[in-house]
């Protein structure tokens, strides 16, 4: 590919850095989305770098405290796990160009007056530096968040790998809850988070507190958000783009083991404090959360034990068919299609494309030729054999009136192939001379459909036309005061300049 040609290793690295142009930036992104080749080298580059990164470091991370945390923190004293996490960005809770850095002691100063504990947020920062739970100028490690909580003696405990209905749990006993998300992937749109992901890994960058969970449009159900950080702090957020920045985490939340007091949470006053519950929550019934949490094994209930036994069971029989499942699948032979699809920023309408060659191969394998019409753009390799199953296709398409388009892409069950117009039928050009004195004339009106123009002093003139008004031939007109009115059709081109002679008016 001719992008390609602009990538090195030098341009990437800078690139990783955040020291490339608007420019530059351009270029790789649309590299990185068309080029599998690029991509991993980008992944690559970054971990070296990250890696690099780790050698350098030699500041020691303390370990958690939690004793009650779910979270088995294995190597926590290894500099690499922190800097490579997200592709050499540390794990911290908090500081981006846009986040305060002190965001997660912020949400636990928060918490601590819902629990009538007003301390200031300098001597919060004060007891986190001194405990290893803040690195000035970067943030809070996740695995320390909630640990200001304990030092004032207000209990919690952390833990991964959680879902909406541990949300709904604590939220429904009165709990206070802290999850780690990534708020450049919250606030963007879904394809720029996919971007992100793609680029950066999945990260952690700040940390929220849960308010609630709003279902009163069970079809747009929302996440209750507070930002310790910001004024307006509380906002509502689709569950699925919550689901998917709190993933970047791996679903991390704190939550406190004890219910705030009533009087210093007056939105909590439906909370029956006697059972230590709702009977409903988010449209949920109670039980049924318990229900769902004790399957998971993260609470206990009577037929716990019972259920755990059924539960293993059923899991190893459930992982062996897929195992089996998954076997004849990857031993079975692959027919993959290949869709070309014309670019809408690039059809012209009424003129669909009418004959086509596609020239396909993988491996050593013969190439295959399809001749494709406006009936037929399909192209089909049936019986691929699953030892070629990790390569590549190279595809190569020609067809009169289009860009040629020669890439490779993964073998897979359907490939999208989008073909756009050369705009070879885009101009219309020539010069206009009087027959009898064999003189340019200037002034000449040149029409085609609605499109005008005039001659030159020379006598020239040019009409480019757009997509939606391209045709295989056009009809143009050419008039001027004195002489007779001329009309032709020629086929537009790129190269071929159209002579016209006008006559005088007799």
């Known amino acids: 590919m001719s992008d390609k040609k602009q990538i090195n290793d030098e341009l990437l690295a800078r690139y990783l850095d955040g020291v490339t142009t608007e420019a530059e930036n351009e270029v790789i992104k649309e590299c990185l989305a068309s080029d599998d080749d690029i991509f991993d080298e980008v992944l690559l580059l970054s971990q070296e770098l990250a890696f690099q990164e780790a050698e350098m470091t030699t500041e020691t991370k303390k370990q958690s405290v939690y004793s009650k945390s779910i979270l088995q923190k294995d190597n926590l004293d290894d500099d690499i796990r922190y800097l490579i996490a997200g592709h050499g960005k540390q794990a911290i809770a908090a500081a981006t160009i846009d986040l305060s850095e002190t965001c997660a002691i912020q949400a636990q100063q928060i918490i601590l007056q819902n629990y009538g504990i007003n301390v200031s947020i300098t001597e919060l920062t004060n007891v986190a530096i001194e405990n290893g739970w803040f690195i000035e100028h970067q943030g809070s490690p996740l695995d320390f968040v909630g640990e200001l ?134 449209d949920f019934a109670y039980t049924e959360i318990v229900k769902r949490l004790a399957d998971d094994g993260y609470i206990q209930n009577k037929d716990n034990k019972y259920r755990r036994k059924t539960f293993y069971i059923t899991a190893i029989f459930a992982v062996a068919l897929l195992i089996a499942l998954w076997l004849i699948r990857y031993l079975s032979p692959i027919d993959m299609q290949i869709l070309v699809l014309e670019n809408t920023d690039y059809q012209i309408p009424n003129m669909p494309l009418e004959t086509a060659e596609l020239r396909v191969s993988y491996s050593s394998m013969q190439p295959q030729l399809f001749n494709l019409t406006d009936k037929n753009q399909t192209a089909f390799l049936n019986n691929i054999h699953h030892k070629y199953k990790r390569d590549k296709v190279h595809i190569i398409f020609r067809a009169e009136g289009y860009q040629t388009i020669d890439t490779t892409v993964k073998i897979d069950k359907q490939v999208d192939l989008y073909i756009r117009r050369d705009n070879s039928l885009s101009l219309v050009f020539g010069s206009i001379i009087d027959g009898k004195t064999g003189r340019p004339v200037e002034g000449v009106e040149v029409s085609i459909q609605d499109l005008k123009t005039a001659t030159d002093a020379s006598g020239k003139f040019g009409l480019n036309i757009p997509f939606s008004k391209q045709k295989k031939a056009q009809r143009l007109q050419a008039y001027k005061h004195g002489y007779q009115l001329w009309t032709g059709t020629y086929q537009p081109s790129q190269t071929n300049a159209w002579e016209i002679v006008i006559l005088p008016e007799e």
């Not at 991390?252 to 909370?271: G, H, I, K, S, Y």
């Open 149 to 282: 909580l304990n030092y004032y003696n207000i209990a919690a405990v952390q833990m991964r790998n959680a879902n909406i209905y541990h949300l709904m749990h604590e939220l429904s006993q009165g709990h206070k809850i802290i999850v780690g998300v990534d708020a450049n992937e919250l606030e963007q749109s879904e394809l720029w988070g996919k971007y992100d992901d793609t680029m950066f890994g999945e990260e952690v960058n700040h940390v929220l507190l849960v308010g609630g969970i709003d279902t009163t449009n069970p079809e747009d159900v929302q996440i209750v958000l507070t930002d310790p950080t910001k004024e307006d702090r509380q906002k509502s957020y689709p569950a699925k783009q919550f689901l998917e920045a709190w993933e970047d985490s791996g679903f991390f939340m704190v939550a406190t083991t004890t219910p705030a007091p009533l009087t210093l949470n007056p939105e909590m006053q439906n909370f029956d404090y006697e059972i230590g519950h709702v009977k409903k929550f988010a």
